[in-house]
């Protein structure tokens, strides 16, 4: 409870046994990580808080080597049984390959349940292989995800692929893809079909760039400025005004390597807008 942010008070707790990655959207938590399922290791396990003194797993997805989930849309009334076809609730998951997966989370609660899923059950894909091997991506390893509008803004770490016998580095930065895209030649209906819409790497025109250092593990989106936690390189802020062309708006150095992001939306508890990074 931060309703006295001097003095924040233990409230309630769901027993897991490894968290990764935790979002909330409505009454419900989104967490990756192994929640006690017992029918996978790696799942994202979604949690009703309603009541806060004892949060409950209420269903679940297979989620092996996903690194982050957004959610958007309308969805707290699906996951009690109720389904409006005129709304939707989307999930939005990215892998260790650099790839984003869109799950339509609606259409799961008619019957079914979320670990039922399968690999034909998602309705779009955002393919990162990079450009030098054949892709439209910009390579990179996906840290995180997060959704304001039709766009999804992606934190990758550096990685290295083999093209032809060399190693490239694909450095770690942002990506802007428009997951709303639908593209009438290929996609099947209520499918989407993400594409790539800009991209930025903090100091990749440095002389002393180290690719090995770009890595971002953590984004926060609010308003025109996307925050990433930079891992050595701070808190770096982005602005999104032109998801085309996203570029720097500034950087704070913190103390010691940045991790994880969020941005206080100016409520109660906290009066001003804070970004809180660790």
Known sequence: DVSDPTNPTFVGLYNSTTVEEITIYGNYAYIIGNTGSPDYEDIMGVLDLSNPTNPTLVDYIRANSVTGIA???????????????????????????????????????????????????????????????????????????????????IVTSFSYSNVDGE???????????????????????????????????????????????????????????????HDEGGLVIVDIKNPNNPTYAGRYNTPSPASSVAVSDGTFPFQKRYVLVA
């Open 71 to 153: 959610i958007s849309g309308v969805c707290d009334g699906f996951f009690r049984g109720i389904v409006d076809p005129n709304r939707s609730c989307f999930a939005y998951t990215t892998k260790w390959s650099g790839d984003m997966w869109l799950i339509d989370l609606s259409g799961f609660h008619n019957g079914h349940r979320l670990s039922s899923l399968s690999g034909g059950d998602y309705v779009g894909t955002f393919d990162n292989t990079p450009y030098e091997r054949g892709g439209y991506g910009k390579g990179g390893q996906a840290r995180a995800v997060a959704v304001s509008g039709d766009y999804a803004y």
């Open 167 to 229: 190693y490239v580095v694909h450095p770690g930065g942002l990506l802007v893809v428009d997951w709303n895209y639908f593209n009438s030649e290929t996609s099947l209906v209520n499918d989407y079909d993400p594409r790539l819409k800009g991209a930025y790497f903090y100091g990749i025109s440095d002389s002393n760039y180290n690719a090995a250092l770009s890595n971002v593990y953590d984004i926060a989106v609010s308003g025109n400025r996307a925050y990433l936690a």
